[in-house]
């Protein structure tokens, strides 16, 4: 059975940088894409970032684009998220998924941005 156990979301100040861990089992990982997703309070879940499934290929969402990075390790089946420079705004609760999420999410990690 899928499973994804996202890790590394903490409270850090604007400006400051978090790196987000997902281990992924049951499935097999290097033949997927993958992707971040991410909801706040009272808002849909969104789209963060994707990447392939050999990592050649990235896309972020316009609000993270030049301060995150989406990467993989196959060999750990584990997909990872570089933040940088961050906001307020990117306070929510980050999930990793497939390209196509299945019904199966995570419980996520929450992401604080605040002084």
């Known amino acids: 059975q899928v499973q994804l156990v996202e890790s590394g979301g903490g409270l850090v100040e604007p400006g400051g940088s978090l790196r987000l861990s997902c281990a992924a089992s049951?499935?097999?990982?290097?033949?997927?894409?993958m992707t971040w997703y991410r909801q706040a309070p009272g808002k849909a879940r969104e789209l963060v970032a994707r990447?392939?499934?050999?990592?050649?290929?990235?896309n972020y969402a316009d609000g993270v684009k030049g301060r995150f990075t989406i990467s993989r390790d196959n060999a750990k089946n584990t997909l990872y998220l570089q933040m940088n420079s961050l906001k307020p705004e990117d306070t929510a609760v980050y999930y990793c998924?497939?390209?196509?999420?299945?019904?199966?999410w995570g419980q996520g990690t929450q992401v604080t941005v605040s002084s």
């Open positions: 998924n497939k390209y196509t999420p299945g019904d199966y």
């Open positions: 049951g499935f097999t990982f290097s033949t997927y894409g």
């Open positions: 990447i392939t499934s050999g990592g050649g290929t990235t």
